[in-house]
């Protein structure tokens, strides 16, 4: 895949907008530091990897359609084992200079005529990172009651049984 420099995450709308007559595709990778603090910011023992594919769609409305993976070093909720956790998102997002008031969709704004695609795709990841991670093959303890057995007044009926 190829590489971006930093500078070239950000894309400067009026170029997308004017310059473009279709669709422009764009690769990112973060460098080793940008996985740093991506860690630190979302609160992660550590990212190994995170590249995203992009496709800019020009336009009064800028859609931005994305696919990420990422390596994410996890603890799981249950036994506190370490783990990592392999994500691969599909996410899209629009963007207009002046976004209208209401509409079905949600429209950020362009701030200073640029969108900063490195942002975006750190955004999408906090988004797509799974609150409770579990590794895989860990069972929850507290789930292995049948289900369907199990009533609220199961523990009530346990306890008149015993009394009689």
């Known amino acids: 895949m190829e590489k971006m420099k930093k500078s070239e995450k950000k ?3 009026d170029v997308v907008a004017a310059g473009l007559t279709g669709p422009a595709r764009y690769v ?12 630190e910011r979302f609160q992660v023992e550590k990212i ?10 020009p336009g009064e409305i800028i859609r931005i359609s994305g696919h990420l993976q990422a390596v994410t070093r996890r603890e799981c909720v249950i036994s506190l084992d370490k783990f990592d956790e392999k994500m691969s998102e599909d996410f899209e997002v629009l963007y207009a200079d002046n976004p209208p008031a209401e509409s079905d969709e949600i429209i950020d704004p362009i701030i200073n005529g640029r969108i900063h695609l490195g942002e975006v795709v750190a955004e999408q990841y906090g988004l797509a990172l799974n609150p409770f991670p579990k590794k895989p093959g860990v069972k929850n303890p507290y789930q292995e009651v049948d289900e369907e057995r199990q009533t609220p007044f199961s523990d009530l009926k346990k306890i008149l049984k015993k009394r009689s």
């Open 11 to 13: 894309i400067a709308v």
């Open 28 to 39: 990112l990778e973060a460098s080793d530091k940008e996985l740093k603090t991506l860690a």
């Open 48 to 57: 190994h990897s995170l590249t995203a594919n992009l496709t800019i769609y």
